[in-house]
Each structure stands twice: as C-alpha cells, then as structure tokens.
C-alpha cells in the first residue's frame, strides 16, 4: 500500500527514492501537528485550532514540498545525483534559502486565504516579529534537510554493509557447489569413464555460463528469478549426467514473475541438498521441482523433492552440517531486514519441501 501510493504521488521521480520521500512527507506531518498544538497553547488559544493547523500544514508542507522532492526533481540543474541528491554548493545553498521563503510565503497565503486575514500586515505592525518568524522557518527547515540528510546515509552505509555480507556469503557459495561437484565427478572416473567424460564437458558448459551471467549480473546490479532458474536448470542437467534416470527435475515459473530479482546462488544449495540428502539415498532417486508463485504481497519460492526425507531431529539439525541451509537462511535475514521466512516440512519416506517467503517490495524492480 505504502509503495503505491508512493509511486501515485511521486511517479516523476526515480523510482528508488519515491518511497523515502513519502516518509520524509509524514514525517514533516507529524511535526507540523506538534508544532500547530504548541502555538495553539502557548497563544493563550487566542486563534482556533483550525487556523493554527492550517498555516502549520500548509507552511510545512510548502517548504517540504520545495526543498525535498522538487529538490529532487531539479537534480540536473543542481548537479546532485543518487542516492542522496544532495551535495554542498552555493548553488544549493541558494537554492534552499530560495526555496524555504518561497514555501513559507506559500503556506502563509494559504493559511491567511482560510483565516480571512493578512499575516503581511505585520510588515508594518511588527517587522521584526516578522522576520523572526521567517528566521525560524529556515531555521527548521535546514534541520529537517540535515536530519534527512544523515538518515540517508545511515540507511546507504547499512545497505552498502548488507550487500558486502550477502556478496561474501555467495564466494562460500559457490566453491562449496563446486567441490560438490568434483567430488561426484571423482566417483564417476573411478567407475563410469564416459560419464565422467560427459559430466566434465556439462561442467565445463555450466562454469562458462555462470562465469558470464555473473558479469552481467555485476553490470546491470541485478540477478532475475528466471536467471536464477536457468542456472539451477544448468546444474540439475549437470547432475542429470550422473545420476541418470534416477533424477528428474522441472519448474513452474509464472511469467509475471521472471523479473522480480533475487541473490544469485539463492535457491541452489536447496537443490544440491534435495539431491544429496534426498534422492541419493534412495536406489531408484527421485524428482525435484522448483515452484514459485505470488502470495499477496509476497513472494513464495519452493524447492520440493521426492527423496527419502527427514525427521524432525534432522530439520533442526540438517545432515550436512547446516551449511548450505544456513547460509540461505542468512541471505533471507539479510535481503528482507528480517521479514522473510523460511519453512521446512518434510516426513520420513515422504520427501521435503523447503518453502521461502519474501516480501515483494524487497524483490520487485524499483
């Protein structure tokens, strides 16, 4: 809900900062209304409520209006860019003395067109309470600009330190597949040469397409479930060579959510778990399917498997160590901010579906 009306109020702004400006705008709000009840009391009520929270509302919202989004929507002719919009000049200097009077006197003249009166009258009758109050409107609104400021690179530095974590849990990622996957080919020299030969060649393939959708998830900073699909579609035929007919695979990817962008590797140890723990075990193996769908305003992702299962001990504590569960169940708490959640229900000789649910607002494009 948040999110839409963001995007209906602030679609002529990039994408990646209509949400925060909605915030900084309620924010601003609930200033306001502070501030309207202390002028209202301290005032020995002499003006109704109402008077006192139209100019506070509409005084407020003015300069808020000028010096935040406008601000944004100036960001050329200012020289400023993402993620802050901001940066010290005289040019923005200027700007935001400009743009504070010119909301002041905004909101003033809407606050005087419903009170029925003239505040510029004080021009004459008290011109230094007048400037007092003009002072004080830039006053408050360079805290506001320098509170928004601070947040804003606070909530940059954690995403910058939540991204660094989320790319050091993909490099113990992937040589932990990669050793999977040596280890397998290992057995399958000593017993089936041939298929060594032609699970060495898929891995050859597999490796040179995960090391060139990497580069281009690096360059475009993003990674869709329908690439993350495709290269566990590359790994399952992988290991397809190997474990031949024992192993069947497939997916159900609804085309409205191929684009949603996940973390690579996201879904993949759940695979290599499903065919270790699951299908191997079992002499004539098995099928895993990887299914995902919209809840809402959630994102739902399945890896199920018909393999030999678990018991409730080895939910707690998977067979492996916990590993590859782990580092999935990191990489949740650190995408969502804790939101996302990860289910296991599975039954001895009756396979296993590992189940993550993801906010949508953290998956969608911006």
């Known amino acids: 809900m948040k999110r839409l009306i963001a995007n209906r109020l602030f679609g002529w702004l990039p994408a990646g900062v209509r949400e925060r400006t909605l ?13 309207a009840l202390i002028l209202w009391g301290t005032g020995a009520r002499t003006h109704p409520l109402d008077i006192a929270l139209v100019y506070s509302y509409a005084i407020s919202t003015a300069i808020w209006f000028l010096s935040d989004p406008l601000r944004i929507g100036l960001r050329g002719w200012l020289g400023v860019s993402a993620p802050h919009y901001w940066k010290p000049s005289l040019r923005m200097l200027a700007y935001m003395v400009l743009s504070s009077t010119a909301g002041y006197a905004l909101g003033t003249a809407v606050g005087d ?52 974590r989320l790319k050091l849990l993909e490099t113990q990622l992937e040589p932990h597949m990669l050793f999977n996957t040596l280890a397998n080919l290992r057995a399958l020299i000593a017993t089936d040469p041939p298929r060594a030969i032609q699970m060495l060649d898929r891995l050859n393939d597999y490796l ?16 869709t479930l329908a690439d993350e699909c495709a ?9 397809a060579v190997r474990m031949g007919p024992r192993l069947a695979f497939g997916f159900e990817l609804p085309p409205d959510l ?10 993949q140890p759940l695979v290599e778990n499903a065919i270790r723990h699951g299908l191997e075990p079992r002499v004539d193996g098995g099928r895993i399917d990887v ?15 018909t393999g030999v299962g678990m018991n409730p001990d080895a939910i707690q504590a998977p067979r492996d160590g916990g590993f590859g569960l782990a580092q999935v169940r ?20 009756a396979g296993t579906t590992i189940r993550l649910t993801l906010p949508l607002n953290h998956t969608e494009p911006a």
């Not at 007048?130 to 940059?156: H, N, P, T």
């Not at 962008?261 to 996201?266: A, D, F, R």
């Open 291 to 305: 299914r995902a769908r919209r809840d809402g305003q959630r994102l739902t992702l399945e890896v199920a498997d």
């Open 231 to 239: 290269r566990l579609n590359d790994y399952l035929e992988l290991m």
């Open 208 to 223: 040179r397409a995960t090391l060139r959708g990497s580069r281009t998830d690096a360059a475009a900073g993003t990674h």
């Open 258 to 267: 191929q684009a949603c962008p996940v973390p690579p590797l996201l879904l």
């Open 113 to 164: 067109a419903y009170a029925g009166r003239s505040t510029w009258d004080m021009v004459h009758q008290s011109p230094l309470r007048l400037l007092g109050f003009w002072v004080s409107g830039l006053v408050i609104s360079g805290f506001f600009v320098l509170g928004f400021y601070q947040r804003a690179k606070a909530d940059d530095l954690r995403r910058q330190a939540t991204e660094a």
């Open 23 to 35: 915030r900084r705008l309620l924010v601003v709000w609930a200033v306001a209304l502070a501030i």
């Open 330 to 349: 990191e990489r949740v708490a650190s995408l969502t901010d804790g939101n996302g959640r990860i289910e296991i229900d599975s039954r001895p000789g």
